[in-house]
């Protein structure tokens, strides 16, 4: 089983940037598609963004775009999600994923969430 342990939520002002990490203690990625969810109070929990265990194309959902970049290493069993301009609907517990497609919502393991607050 993959253990995934996210860091680097926070708050911020609109206009700000953080960077999210995921990391798998004592576990590889291998075969795994790792990706990032987020969600709002009463909110269903939304895709954010996928990166490929293969090394093809990211996927982002289209609110994102332009603005956050996933990225892996899997060396360090990480991956990222760097967030810039954030804004207040960006507030949200976000979640890193793990699955054989979670851009398409197939994931098998889940981290325990990281509160991202963005101040107005």
């Known amino acids: 089983q993959v253990q995934l342990v996210e860091s680097g939520g926070g708050t911020v002002q609109a206009g700000g940037s953080l960077r999210l990490s995921c990391a798998a203690p004592?576990?590889?990625?291998?075969?795994?598609?790792m990706g990032w969810f987020r969600q709002a109070p009463g909110m269903e929990r939304e895709f954010v963004a996928a990166?490929?265990?293969?090394?093809?194309?990211?996927n982002y959902a289209d609110f994102v775009k332009g603005r956050f970049t996933i990225s892996r290493d899997n060396v360090k069993n990480t991956i990222y999600l760097q967030m810039n301009s954030l804004q207040p609907e960006d507030t949200a517990v976000y979640y890193c994923?793990?699955?054989?497609?979670?851009?398409?919502?197939?994931?098998?393991?889940w981290g325990q969430g990281t509160q991202v607050t963005v101040s107005s």
């Open positions: 994923a793990a699955g054989p497609s979670p851009s398409t919502g197939w994931v098998e393991y």
């Open positions: 004592g576990r590889t990625f291998r075969g795994y598609d």
């Open positions: 990166s490929s265990w293969s090394g093809g194309p990211s």
